[in-house]
T-cell receptor, first 114, second 110 residues
Framework: DTEVTQTPKHLVMGMTNKKSLKCEQH?????MYWYKQKAKKPPELMFV???????INESVPSRFSPECPNSSLLNLHLHALQPEDSALYLC?????????????FGSGTRLTVV | GQQLNQSPQSMFIQEGEDVSMNCTSS?????WLWYKQDPGEGPVLLIA?????ELTSNGRLTAQFGITRKDSFLNISASIPSDVGIYFC??????????FGQGTRLTINP
C-alpha cells in the first residue's frame, strides 16, 4: 500500500466546473509535490511545497491552484480546465532537504475534462 | 531544461530473459533514481543511486551510476511476468525536482 493517499482516484469534470484533488501523507515529510502525467509520457513537475510554503511553480496556468493547509495535506484546486488538461495527476512527498532518500508517489487521480 | 534520453522505448522479451535499459543526460545529476509504473498507478521506487560509479542491487535488479554522472543503466535478470510495466529513470535536479526519462515499456511473452 502506498503511503501517499490521493483522492479521488478518478474524476470527470466539465470545463465550467470547480473541483479539487486531495493528497495526504503521514510520513512526516515536509516537502510535497504535484506532477502531471499525460498518456504515454513521463511525469512533469507542476508545484513544490516546502514546509507548507510554495517553493516551485513550473509556470503552471492559473486555472490550477495548489494549497497546502498543513504538513500532511496538499490540495490542487481546478477551475475552468480545458480538455487538454486531462491527465494523471500525481502527488509525491519527501524530506525537503534529502529528497533523494525518500521520494514517494501516490497512485494518482485520473482526470478527464469534458 | 534538462532532458534524459532513455532507451529502448519498448522491449518485447521472453519470460526468463535478462533486460537492460539505460539513460543518458547532457547534464550532470548527483542522484539517479529508477522507478516502475504499472497501469493506473503512481511510480514506485526501485533503486536509488547517490555516488558516481556506484553499483546497487535490489533482488533481480541491478543499477549503476555512471562515472561521468551523466548516465545510468538498469538490468533485470531472469524476467518474470510481474516485471511487465513502464520503467523510468529520473535525475534529481537541485534539491527537489525530478526530471524523468521517456520510459521503457517492458512486455513479456510467457
Amino acid at each position: 500500500d502506498t503511503e501517499v493517499t490521493q483522492t479521488p482516484k478518478h474524476l470527470v469534470m466539465g470545463m465550467t466546473n470547480k473541483k479539487s484533488l486531495k493528497c495526504e501523507q503521514h510520513m512526516g515529510h515536509r516537502a510535497m509535490y504535484w506532477y502531471k502525467q499525460k498518456a504515454k509520457k513521463p511525469p512533469e513537475l507542476m508545484f513544490v511545497y516546502s514546509y507548507e510554503k510554495l517553493s516551485i511553480n513550473e509556470s503552471v496556468p492559473s486555472r490550477f491552484s495548489p494549497e497546502c493547509p498543513n504538513s500532511s495535506l496538499l490540495n490542487l484546486h481546478l477551475h475552468a480546465l480545458q480538455p487538454e488538461d486531462s491527465a494523471l495527476y500525481l502527488c509525491a512527498s519527501s524530506h525537503p532537504l534529502a529528497a533523494a532518500y525518500g521520494y514517494t508517489f501516490g497512485s494518482g487521480t485520473r482526470l478527464t475534462v469534458v | 531544461g534538462q532532458q534524459l534520453n532513455q532507451s529502448p522505448q519498448s522491449m518485447f522479451i521472453q519470460e526468463g530473459e535478462d533486460v537492460s535499459m539505460n539513460c543518458t543526460s547532457s547534464s550532470i545529476f548527483n542522484t539517479w533514481l529508477w522507478y516502475k509504473q504499472d497501469p493506473g498507478e503512481g511510480p514506485v521506487l526501485l533503486i536509488a543511486l547517490y555516488k558516481a560509479g556506484e553499483l546497487t542491487s535490489n533482488g533481480r535488479l541491478t543499477a549503476q551510476f555512471g562515472i561521468t554522472r551523466k548516465d545510468s543503466f538498469l538490468n533485470i535478470s531472469a524476467s518474470i511476468p510481474s516485471d511487465v510495466g513502464i520503467y523510468f529513470c529520473a535525475g534529481l535536479q537541485g534539491a527537489q525536482k525530478l526530471v524523468f526519462g521517456q520510459g521503457t515499456r517492458l512486455t513479456i511473452n510467457p
